[in-house]
């Protein structure tokens, strides 16, 4: 990771001082080797607590736009490559009396005339997300990141390829 990381022997020479840790002769005391002794089982416990609470941060801090999520998202899970890119389409509506493809409801108009009408939610209105992945990355660890960084009421797809 790149970020700040604990030394825990030179916390400890730090807590307990070159007048605690060291002797006259210049080597380690044995109360230094007896706290080192009682650190040691709990370095690697600390450690991926660390490692998890900053990706958990890392997580929480990130806004759904484009170029903070791929950075967060290379970083995590193609931190080598950096071959995880978003692009966006936008597809309007254009007002017409027939559409195309079916409408969501039809309703009976004025005159006998059959007015098909659009619903709000329709997804063809909205922009939809695409975010492309390596065919390498965990995609169920991915899936779950953007879950909890997307916004309600935005649509994206999580599309993967082959580098």
């Known amino acids: 990771m790149r970020f700040r990381s604990i030394s825990y022997p030179k916390m400890l020479l730090e807590t307990l001082r070159a007048y605690y840790s060291v002797n006259v002769s210049g080597q ?3 109360l230094y080797k007896y706290c080192a ?3 040691q089982p709990l370095i690697v416990p600390f450690n991926a607590y660390e490692q998890e609470r900053i990706i958990n941060g890392l997580i929480a801090n990130t806004k759904w736009q484009i170029g903070q999520l791929t950075n967060v998202l290379n ?5 080598v490559n950096n071959s995880i890119y978003i692009s966006q ?3 309007n509506i254009v007002s017409a009396v027939g559409f195309a493809y079916p409408a969501i409801s039809q309703m009976g108009g004025f005159g006998g005339l059959a007015v098909q009408t659009r619903g709000f939610d329709d997804k063809a209105a909205q922009t939809p997300v695409i975010i492309h992945v390596p065919n390498t990355v965990n995609l169920s660890a991915l899936t779950a990141t953007v879950a909890q960084v997307a916004l309600a009421g935005i649509y994206y797809e999580i599309v993967e390829f082959t580098p």
């Not at 970083?75 to 931190?79: A, E, I, K, R, V």
């Open 89 to 91: 389409s936008s597809q």
């Open 37 to 39: 002794c009682l650190i």
């Open 75 to 79: 970083y995590l899970y193609d931190n």
């Open 28 to 30: 380690v005391n044995e």
